[in-house]
Each structure stands twice: as structure tokens, then as C-alpha cells.
């Protein structure tokens, strides 16, 4: 593990293209470790970036500004405020040709939206750094995951919101093992908490107990760190599951209840668990579910095992790997 923060460049300046191509990983949240806030300081965050699903698109100049393929209007909204916040008057053609699932756990607004900065910065040779592109679309208001995994990828912890405007700080940035996978599970007929609603959860949430969140900050520091260090995978997913058991615990109201969004996604991680799976959980407000396994070929025999079942719930299984780098700028006329 390390604090590096230059695992990946922070602005583009290539701006000789007429046409760039950009790939953004998604990214998982694994839970928040200080909601009480007494020392100054409020959420901190874990997450990873993944390699799929991912958000795909192409931006190049054109005579009229044009959105098309998958989220169009979240994507026209992010290109209309970036064109007058960086004081572009060309028009853009954008063409998304994968997106992130809204709303289920996996980063895809602050992707899509970093995306599109992304690129308009790199066709003009601007030299905004990334973070400040995310910040112009509020992104980052209470965590910097989404911002880390976009600008370096790998496993994040960022330091909580400060007194400041500014997004968190990241202050751990380590290598998530390359031999490991995430077991992905996906509910397209159900969303998580999100916009008005995910705001008014939090103002109704009572501050955390301090001792909660010394737990939470201890096992972060003296178990999940140290066994992602060593590659224990053991270690790592025990450490997990107890962040996630208290996060869930602690947000279970405003979940109706329980500490799951989708009782089907639950049932089907619950599953992997009992058939080797470690560090079971819900992304951010979910529905989607997760789990760690130490190699492609146990990935393969869980999901071969369980995914007759998940199809019966209408749920989509995925094994993804952690993703070491951030997002792609491709110039495919450059």
C-alpha cells in the first residue's frame, strides 16, 4: 500500500484532435468510516475502481451540439455546464457508447460527468485538473471516490469532508491485487437511494457514535489495509464485512428497514459467501451487491453456480477485476 497520488495524469494538454475518445471505470463504495464529525472531519470512504461496467464515449467538435446513445440527458446537462463554466463557444458532438447503470451503487454520475469534462479538456488543451472539473458538477460532495477512481484508479481511502468546499482528500492510494476478482450483482429493476431523497437521508440520520467510528477507522487501519498490503484475501474480506455491517446497521432506517436495498441481490451474495466468497456487501445505497474471491477460475464456479438462481431474480452477474489506472483519453485521429 501508499499515499501515491501520481498514479495518473491530472490534466491533458494534447488539444490537436478533432475527436477523443474516453473510457471511466466504474467504482464501488464499501462503506463511510466517520459519520459523527466531532473531530472537524465527516464520511471518509473506501472504494476501488473496477474495470467494468464501465462508461464509454467520443466527443468531437461539430456544427451543433449533439447527445446521443445511452444517458443523453445527463450527459447534455454535464456538456451545457462545463461549455459555461470553461467559456467554450464551439458545439460538441458526444456519443456514448456505454454507460454505468444509474442510480445502483456504481459511480455512474460522477463518471459520466468526469468523462465529459475529461474530454472537452483534452480536445482543447486545457489544463484543468480533473478534480476541479468534478467539483464544477458537485461532485464529490461527500466523497472522492468516484474523483480518485477516474484520476488514478485502485483501492482509495479519502480523509472526510472537511470545512472547506473542497471534495475529500485522498489519503491512501494502494495497488488492489491483480489475481483477485469482484463478484458483481446487478438488480436493473430496482435503484438505490439517490438525489433529493439520498439528502434528506442524511439530515434525518442521527450523528454516529464516536466509539462506531473509531471501530470503523480501526479496522480500516490495523485489518483491511495492512492484509490488501499482504495480499491476504482472507484478512481483507473479514475487514470488509464488518465495515459494511456497521455501515448497514447504521443506515438500515432509511433502507427500509434492513441493510440491503434488494433482498433478491442479498440472497444471491449471501449464496457466493456460502460457496467461498469473503467481503459480501452493498455498494454505496446499492442494489448493487458484491463479493471477493482470489482468482478468475473460483469467479467462474460461483457465478456458474449461483447465476441460474440470479436469473430467476432477473438480477445480472459480472466478474470484474480492480482497475490500477485511472480513466482512458484516447486520440483515435491523433
Not at 467538435?61 to 467554450?88: C, M, P
Not at 456504481?106 to 472539473?133: D, F, K, N, P, Y
Not at 433478491?264 to 455498494?283: H, N, Y
Not at 473460483?298 to 453456480?305: D, G, R
Request: aromatic residues 6%.
Amino acid at each position: 500500500m501508499n499515499s501515491d497520488r501520481t498514479a495518473a495524469t491530472t490534466h491533458v494538454t494534447h488539444g490537436e484532435s478533432d475527436i477523443v475518445r474516453v473510457c471511466a471505470p466504474g467504482r464501488l463504495h464499501l462503506g463511510f468510516l466517520d459519520l459523527n464529525g466531532n473531530l472537524g472531519r465527516k464520511f471518509g470512504s473506501l472504494g476501488l475502481a473496477i474495470d467494468q461496467p464501465a462508461t464509454e464515449l467520443t466527443l468531437a467538435r461539430a456544427n451543433s451540439d449533439v447527445v446521443e446513445g445511452e444517458e443523453t440527458e445527463r450527459a447534455g446537462r454535464a456538456l451545457q455546464r462545463f461549455k459555461a463554466l470553461l467559456k467554450l463557444d464551439r458545439c460538441y458532438r458526444v456519443h456514448i457508447t456505454n454507460s454505468i447503470p444509474a442510480h445502483a451503487g456504481l459511480g455512474s454520475g460522477t463518471q459520466l460527468a468526469m468523462a465529459v469534462g475529461g474530454a472537452l479538456a483534452a480536445i482543447e488543451g486545457l489544463e484543468t485538473e480533473l478534480r476541479e472539473l468534478a467539483e464544477m458538477q458537485n461532485r464529490g460532495a461527500r466523497s472522492a471516490i468516484g474523483m480518485a477512481a477516474f484520476e488514478t484508479g485502485g483501492f482509495v481511502v479519502d480523509g472526510g469532508r472537511g470545512q472547506s468546499d473542497s471534495a475529500p482528500p485522498v489519503v491512501v492510494r494502494g495497488q488492489f491485487p491483480t489475481s483477485w476478482r469482484i463478484l458483481l450483482v446487478l438488480d436493473p429493476h430496482s435503484v438505490g437511494v439517490h438525489g433529493a431523497r439520498e439528502s434528506a437521508a442524511f439530515e434525518k440520520l442521527a450523528p454516529m457514535h464516536a466509539d462506531v467510528s473509531a471501530e470503523l477507522c480501526r479496522v480500516t487501519l490495523m485489518q483491511l489495509l495492512p492484509s490488501l498490503a499482504e495480499v491476504d484475501i482472507a484478512a481483507f474480506g473479514a475487514a470488509v464485512a464488518e465495515v459494511q455491517r456497521i455501515n448497514g446497521r447504521y443506515f438500515s432506517s432509511e433502507q427500509g428497514g434492513g441493510i440491503w436495498s434488494s433482498e433478491a441481490v442479498a440472497e444471491t451474495v449471501k449464496d457466493m459467501a456460502a460457496l467461498g466468497a469473503v467481503g459480501i456487501g452493498q455498494s454505496s445505497w446499492g442494489p448493487t451487491g458484491f463479493a471477493f474471491v482470489d482468482s478468475q477460475s473460483k469467479a467462474s464456479e460461483i457465478v456458474a453456480s449461483v447465476e441460474p438462481e440470479a436469473r430467476r431474480y432477473g438480477l445480472k452477474l459480472l466478474i470484474a477485476r480492480g482497475r490500477n489506472h485511472g480513466a482512458k483519453v484516447h486520440y483515435p485521429n491523433g
